[in-house]
């Protein structure tokens, strides 16, 4: 797939992946419709992928907002002339056993992770149908792969977000239509230290949760971005980020019910 030109809707892109994204898709001649809650930081990113002949526009959006989602392809098709690249990044995290975690919790996260990607690939489709090649790039996680214990909320998203995007693409076969899932591995993001966590759920629990993950998210953004833009050149269906995501992936597809065993000691 060629870039150059081209114009990509990114959510979440006020920090992390998203933004290491709309960096690497600008460096190609990319143009940018930028979404996310935090308007600081969608500036901050704007700022950094601005460049010559570039157009990068910010827009804050509620992924869990239908309305405001309903409503976004019309103000991105203002700023720009068309849609070809859908990229659906945005995502949180829950702390906390499944008896830990409230029902309305368990809610929230999947209105943003997993109704978000479908409500954002249903607002854009028409857009991206009227594009010459485009592609929908919907991002799961390692834990879209493997379902460890304590990640309940988190992992049915991301299995519901990899499941919609197979049947999609399926769908899409024989379009000019695309669809790319993209499962990262530990990369250094601010997901973990921002996510919301059960009322039950001590401090003591939460430091030691904290300290797993951050000592697991080790990837530069940067690089992960890097990867999953190539994979996207590429057209790749499916695109897995890290060692510690290929090797879980080799390990459940070995051991579908065992993987644990041995992923629990890592």
Known sequence: MTLAG??????????????????????????????????TGLAETAALASGPGLGVTCHRLDVADRRAVADFPGAALAAHPGVDLLVNNAGVALGGDFEQVAEADFEWLFDINFWGVVRMTRAFLPALKASAEA???????????????????????????????????????GTRIGVTTVHPGGVATSIARNARMSVTVTDTERARMERRFQRLLTM??????????????????????????????????????GYWNLLRHR
């Open 6 to 39: 081209k114009t990509a809707v990114i959510t979440g892109a006020a920090g992390g992946i998203g933004r290491a994204l709309a960096v690497s898709l600008a460096r190609r001649g990319c143009h940018l419709a930028l979404a996310d809650i935090d308007e």
């Open 135 to 173: 592609r929908i790039v919907n991002i799961s996680s390692l834990f879209g792969l493997i379902a460890p214990p304590g990640q309940t909320a988190y992992s049915a998203s991301k299995f519901a977000v990899r499941g919609f995007s197979e049947s999609l693409r399926h769908e899409l076969a």
């Open 220 to 257: 530069p953004p940067e690089r992960a971005a890097e990867i999953i833009v190539s994979g996207i050149e590429r057209r790749r269906p499916r695109i897995i980020v890290g060692r510690d995501a290929k090797l879980a992936a080799l390990l459940e597809r070995l051991m579908p019910v």
